[in-house]
């Protein structure tokens, strides 16, 4: 696949991510942006992702699953990254195969905010296992919460 | 408080974990049964709270949350007994202290089933900081992911 | 393989456990017993394992190791439980291939003892990652800390 | 407290960590620099050390062992960073206090090399815990792990 394949390819998982998992669709998890070099994952504040009322902050369940979903895409960014030459079945048939196997969170300070995004990176891409570590940072930047996450893969 | 006080109260606790936090609400979140010597948290499937749509399973943010929930109902138990003599006022900005500091969840299997059950222990309770481990099983009985997280408390 | 050979086998295993791996042996972590039931694995406290001299406890990083080193041996006992037919030379291969992907520790009290036993119990055995939970208490038995650890198998 | 006299301080912390943390000392690790921006804290590879004998490779417990410590200083830099004008009594008094709480390892790459290097930085200090993320890497600038700690300050 050349490069713009390969921007083809992420154009179209971008609706995958965001329709075909029902919790994703339900919380309104977005894919800001998505390329080679990354991904960057949004979810807006509304009432029903708060966890503490008085507080008006996002519960930390909605953090660790927009992170552990953050982790997983970038698992795939960089399989696929590896993958380049590989039928559209393989791809298909390795990305559906990649699941978390156990996650840290931290919650560094409370979620409050207008908007949330989510970033991060790859540790390690072996042949079985893909290793993230991600970052969750309000509308204004500041950092609510990091994950570590490891991924079966391939 | 002596040992009806103490049943009433988590009696009353009871609408207040589901009711008031939005989040738990939204997904279902129930308190299956809570009393001073643990509790049950339960969770009924349904189509938003799937994460695989082609392999009907839950969705790891959904595990995450319940049994981030857990950890932290238990918590509360174990310092609603050390405080059986605290006023009311005292108690109830105990519990709205406590937070989530960092959470490991461990995915054991994939998360099949009609309903789920969290329940857990408490292996720590300092005066500054819980810790809790936790387990989430299906509607057989079967290990679907375990947990450990520190909370704040005081 | 029938009882009797599983029981030489891990007899074998002991003194392979406490001599090959260079740094159990010089902080002098010892199998108490191991079984295809399970293993105790022992070290017995002197000053160069201390962490705190003021408070005369154990090292959380002596604490860190003895509990990865624990899930690993559980680890390879359930793997060996389940290739009981198979060739000592793909049992050796099998074990040699075990590794650390992830661990979290949790640090519970100050390990105050003359001894330390650290146990634990599989969560999950697949074909390419196992999890463990594993505990270690002192010489009174009063829990010290524990440990969720992930490995590569296969 | 001036630069000056933090970087005095820091200097005399060096010998401190080294020598009066018996576990430390055993294992031979050094502050290859320490001062109000971070630590570089350095372990040289020997015999004892290894892990994996037909691999030459770092024990994961001696990898957890420097990165639990490498936070633990990080937390301090940052404690006293915002207690410069308390007394020598009041800094000695926190610093003593510190404690790790919970502690992610992931093990990326085999720990070959001649020497090993940590650092980190601060994600979050309380007044009640501090979270920090750290990392080795080999004498290549080979990324072998990386940590993340809760400790008790304060």
Redesign the interface.
């Known amino acids: 696949m050349d490069t713009k394949a390969m921007e083809m390819m992420f154009e179209n998982l971008k609706p995958i991510y965001e329709k075909?998992?029902?919790?994703?669709k339900?919380?309104g998890i977005k894919i800001d942006s998505i390329s080679t070099n990354g991904v960057v994952v949004r979810i807006d504040m509304r009432?029903?992702?708060?966890?503490?009322?008085?507080k008006n902050i996002l519960?930390?369940?909605?953090i660790?699953?927009?992170l552990?979903?953050t982790g997983g895409v970038i698992a795939h960014i960089h399989e696929l990254n590896e993958m380049k030459n590989a039928s559209m079945d393989k791809l298909a048939k390795r990305l559906?195969n990649t699941?978390?196997?156990?996650?840290?969170?931290?919650?560094?300070?409370p979620g409050k905010g207008s908007y949330f995004l989510a970033t991060g990176h790859i540790?390690?891409l072996g042949q079985?296992?893909a290793?993230t570590?991600t970052e969750l940072v309000n509308d204004e930047g500041v950092?609510i919460a990091?994950g570590?996450s490891?991924y079966?893969v391939g």
Not at 20 to 24: A, G, L, R, S
Not at 47 to 54: E, R, S, V
Not at 99 to 109: F, L, Q
């Open positions: 075909m998992i029902p919790f994703n339900y919380l009432d029903d992702l708060i966890g503490n009322f008085a519960h930390g369940g909605v660790s699953t927009i552990d979903f559906a699941g978390t196997i156990d996650m840290r969170i931290d919650y560094i300070r540790l390690r079985r296992v290793v570590r950092l990091v570590t490891t079966i």
